[in-house]
């Protein structure tokens, strides 16, 4: 039972977002709201102190877990899990009721958005209006957003499954920056960058975003914030939409 908790405890901890604000034009300052597992003091199996970046990297990975002598203890112990363990912890997961998040204020669903044209990292122009009558899905993102880089992974499978959706990524990042950081991490989306602006324009404040435009322009799924039922309906929606006339 204290397993279960303790697991239901860290699934909630993990639906967190980002959030983005210009504070100047000059600096272009990027506020992230921290989750209060970032204040946890985690130790490996040998007692030294692992620091954040670090476990939660490899938290991400799935190969690890964390455990307590109590949920509201301080201190936790970073655990590598056998082939056993990781079974035991999907099982438990996939009886979880998946969380839908809230949609973005900045795409109400049922409702046309007129979209930017932009170029992409590779120099190629990003024109919307010639995208009509095909799915688009987008993904508002910045490359200091945790949130944002722990759902890439999923993401990818979303493009390697869908061949006839077009995908995009709106970075707020400058060029030079996505393209260093996708010889790093892949991130199969085609990537518009340095659009902050534009992100200001439409009132996105909550990162990542997640958009399902269907072939008549029309939005059908869009949620701010990252958690486990999040890229749940996004894979339900493509797959619904995509299947329409």
């Known amino acids: 039972m204290r397993k279960i908790v303790l697991l239901i405890t860290l699934t909630f901890a993990s639906i967190i977002s980002a959030e983005a604000q210009e504070q100047t034009a000059v600096s272009k300052t990027v506020v992230v709201r921290s989750s209060s597992m970032e204040q946890k003091i985690v130790k490996d199996s040998t007692g030294a102190i692992v620091p954040y970046a670090q476990w939660h990297q490899m938290m991400i990975s799935g190969g690890y877990t964390l455990r307590s002598k109590g949920i509201n203890s301080d201190t ?44 992409d990292v590779d120099g190629n122009k990003v024109d919307f209006k010639a995208l009509a009558g095909k799915v688009i899905v987008l993904n508002f993102w910045f490359i200091a957003c945790e949130p944002c880089k722990q759902e890439i992974p999923e993401l990818n499978k979303l493009v390697a499954n869908n061949p006839d959706v077009v995908f995009i990524g709106i970075g707020l990042d400058l060029k030079y920056e996505i393209k260093d950081f996708l010889k790093v ?32 322009g029309v939005t059908r799924y869009s949620s701010s914030g990252f958690g486990g039922g999040s890229l749940t309906y996004l894979k339900k929606t493509i797959e619904e939409v995509t299947a329409e006339n």
């Open 76 to 119: 936790m112990t970073l655990v590598k899990m056998n082939a056993e363990d990781i079974a035991r912890r999907n099982n438990m997961r996939s009886r979880l009721p998946a969380v839908m998040l809230p949609p973005s204020p900045a795409f109400p669903i049922g409702e046309k958005k007129e979209l930017f044209s932009a170029k």
């Open 185 to 216: 991490t892949p991130f199969n989306y085609r990537q518009i960058y340095d659009a902050r602006e534009d992100c200001n324009r439409y009132g996105i404040n909550s990162y990542p975003t997640n958009v399902v435009i269907d072939k008549k």
